[in-house]
C-alpha cells in the first residue's frame, strides 16, 4: 500500500470518526436540551407556588396587624389617658436608651 493510499484511508478513518461522534453526540444534546427546558418550566413552577405562598401569608400578617391596629385603638379611644402616660414613659425610655449610644 502507498503512502497515498495510507493517507487516504487514514482521512476516511478520520471522517468516519467524526461522523460517529456527531451521530453519537445528537441524542445527547437533545436530551440536554429537554432536560433544560423542564428544569424552565419546573423553576418557574416552583416561583409561582412560591409567589402565591407568599401572597397568603402576606395577606394572614396584614389581618393579623388589622386586627391589632383596631384593638388598640379601641384601647386608647377607651383610655385615652393611660395611652398618652404610656406613650410618654415609652418615648422617654427610648429616648434614655439611644441617647446613651
Do not use: C
Not at 401569608?57 to 385603638?73: M, N, P, W
Amino acid at each position: 500500500m502507498s503512502s497515498t493510499q495510507t493517507f487516504s484511508k487514514e482521512r476516511n478513518d478520520i471522517a468516519d470518526v467524526k461522523e460517529s461522534v456527531k451521530s453519537g453526540l445528537k441524542p445527547v444534546l437533545e436530551s440536554g436540551a429537554t432536560l433544560v427546558q423542564h428544569l424552565k418550566e419546573d423553576t418557574a413552577e416552583i416561583a409561582k407556588s412560591a409567589a402565591a405562598e407568599a401572597q397568603l401569608r402576606f395577606e394572614g400578617v396584614k389581618t393579623k396587624a388589622s386586627g391589632y391596629l383596631e384593638t388598640v385603638e379601641n384601647e386608647v379611644t377607651a383610655k385615652p389617658m393611660q395611652s398618652v402616660a404610656i406613650a410618654f414613659v415609652a418615648g422617654a425610655l427610648l429616648s434614655m436608651i439611644m441617647g446613651r449610644r
